[in-house]
């Protein structure tokens, strides 16, 4: 029994599935490209896009055809959206040179 438990713990079945879980998910261009027009809308507008909607939006999207724009690995969670907003976000940041405001003198 035990050598039983033994071949189940360390089949390639299971190895996979947690090969998938551990490794980092990387979005592919039509996702960033997508994500990207949500975090430009947002600061043109100047305020944030709920990271819930854009996840619902992202789930519920289709293309001009009526299919589905992601597949179903494609689909963003509120936490994907934020670390991509945060890390864009950061990027421009560093991007952009710091205005320098000349003290008056009074």
């Known amino acids: 029994m035990n050598a ?6 360390n089949s390639p079945e299971e190895l996979d599935i947690h090969k998938l879980r551990s490794t980092q998910k990387r ?3 039509k996702v960033r490209d997508y994500l990207q027009k949500k975090f430009e809308i947002g600061q043109q507008a100047g305020r944030k896009e709920r990271l ?3 996840a619902d939006d992202n789930w519920r999207a289709k293309n001009a055809n009526g ?3 992601f597949t179903r690995t494609e689909r963003l969670t509120k936490l ?7 890390e864009t976000f950061c990027q421009a940041k560093v991007e952009r040179p710091k205005r320098i405001h000349p003290r008056r003198s009074d």
Do not use: T, W
């Open 27 to 29: 979005f592919s261009k």
């Open 4 to 9: 039983q438990i033994a071949n189940v713990q």
């Open 80 to 86: 994907l959206v934020l670390f991509f907003f945060l």
């Open 67 to 69: 299919e589905r724009m």
């Open 52 to 54: 819930a909607q854009v």
